[in-house]
């Protein structure tokens, strides 16, 4: 969608409010899933995030926001912006990312806080740090011990705004990473 936003001159978030009229539904399986909650976390997280004003200048480097936004399974609905900055050896980092999340009622805030945490921490080890190499026709990572985990000062400010809503809980656990 960023692809096409910029083939066509288009702001990313309106081109995603585009695309999310309110008062309809898209299929999932079985279900109708209301285009409105995927909307209203797209909302919340580009506005919390400051869409629309220059992300802060970093010495150097050039900076930017990226946008992204899913419904997991058809019930938990999911978005969120990262302001990353690219350095002249185009090496990456990511400086914060801000997500709203729609999953329901919330019973346990900080476990809301704590899933989204360790989903973009995950994410982006997967994202900045990880590969899978080959040898003798098999993969050469066995265990975690042989993957590298972002540690604690490459990890971003992370904010996590929760919806909630008397709506049961649908869950929460590995939603932040696929938009990550």
């Known amino acids: 969608l960023d692809e096409l936003a910029h083939a066509t001159r288009r702001d990313p978030l309106e ?8 008062g309809t539904t898209f299929p999932w ?3 109708a899933v209301p285009r409105d909650r995927l909307r209203g976390v797209l909302e919340l997280a580009a506005r919390k995030a ?9 010495s150097g480097r ?4 990226g946008l992204a936004c899913n419904v997991y399974h058809g019930r938990t609905a999911i978005a969120q912006v990262a302001e990353v900055s690219v350095g002249a050896q185009g090496d990456v980092a990511v400086h914060r990312v801000v997500t709203a999340v729609d999953c329901g009622q919330v019973v346990n805030r900080s476990g809301v806080e704590g899933q989204v945490e360790s989903g973009v921490i995950w994410g982006l080890t997967y994202a900045l740090k990880s590969e899978a190499t080959f040898a003798r026709g098999r993969v050469e990572q066995a265990t975690y ?5 972002l540690r604690l000062a490459e990890t971003p ?20 990473v696929p938009c990550i």
């Open 62 to 65: 050039r900076v930017g926001r």
């Open 157 to 176: 400010e992370i904010e996590t705004h929760a919806v909630g809503g008397d709506r049961p809980p649908s869950g929460l656990g590995e939603q932040p």
């Open 145 to 149: 011990t042989d993957f590298p985990v």
């Open 50 to 58: 400051g869409w629309g004003d220059p992300p802060p200048a970093r």
């Open 29 to 31: 399986a079985s279900r």
């Open 15 to 22: 081109l995603r409010r585009s695309l999310l009229p309110e």
